[in-house]
């Protein structure tokens, strides 16, 4: 199964609304990162959160990180149509080449309404 | 901005055929990686190389291997497709600086078809 899960798996709010997607994880990791898709596109990185940190913001974009209930929330304030993406969270497992292998979530499909 | 090409975006093969997939990135990154995307499942990581000649089994690399005989180039090989080998493929690449920032950078991906 998926190392990253989100939820909820479909998401659709209007134009100006608050988006929260959360992330959940079962190994221990390095950091989190957010990644963005457009249309079945390549991904674009959003943010990454250590783990060490507890919240982290970019302009509107807010991420939480609870290592001890293993989850991440994404938040999107104010959407835009041009929000409308999927997103994946990703964590950075450590690996015992001592390199880090990135695994990926399921997504959360983002639907802003005009 | 780093450029991370992958050599097709849509591609059909006959089962048994012998497939490949390129990516190419222009930013000289150690590491690069494979993912198919299915719906529902997410990304999920084949193979990912951390430098030349050198490469690691990810979550799923049965039926598939790969080459990395240049640091700009990543192969992924379908030996033997299978219909069940139909999906997105994603590409990425990252130069390596530590756990705490890193950033993977993908292609557009290829839309494979296995009929």
């Known amino acids: 199964s998926q190392q990253g899960e989100e939820d909820p798996q479909a998401l659709s709010i209007q134009e100006g609304e608050n988006a929260t997607m959360n992330c959940s994880y079962k190994t221990s990791i390095n950091n989190l990162q957010w990644y963005r898709q457009n249309s079945g596109r390549g991904l674009v990185h959003l943010i990454l959160?250590?783990?060490?940190?507890r919240e982290k913001h970019s302009g509107r974009l807010r991420v939480t990180l609870d290592t001890s209930k293993k989850s991440s929330s994404l938040l999107i304030t104010a959407s835009r149509a041009a929000d409308t993406a999927s997103y994946f969270c990703?964590?950075?497992?450590?690996?015992?080449?001592?390199?880090?292998?990135?695994?990926f979530g399921t997504g959360t499909k983002l639907q802003v309404i005009p | 901005d780093v450029k991370v090409t992958q050599s097709s975006r849509y591609l059909v093969k006959r089962t048994g055929e012998k497939v490949f997939l390129e990516c190419v990135q222009d930013m000289d990154h150690e590491n690069m990686f494979w993912y198919r995307q299915d719906p529902g499942l997410g990304l999920r990581l084949i193979y990912f190389s951390y430098d030349v000649k050198m490469k690691e089994k990810g979550d799923i690399p049965e039926g598939y291997s790969v080459s990395r005989e240049k640091k700009e180039r990543f192969s992924l090989i379908l030996e033997s497709a299978s219909t069940n080998q139909t999906s997105m493929y994603l590409c990425?690449?990252?130069?390596?600086?530590?756990?705490?920032?890193?950033?993977?950078?993908f292609g557009s991906g290829t839309q494979l078809s296995v009929l």
């Open positions: 959160i250590r783990s060490n940190e």
């Open positions: 990703a964590t950075g497992l450590p690996n015992s080449g001592g390199y880090q292998k990135v695994t």
């Open positions: 990425a690449s990252r130069t390596w600086t530590g756990a705490t920032n890193e950033k993977l950078f």
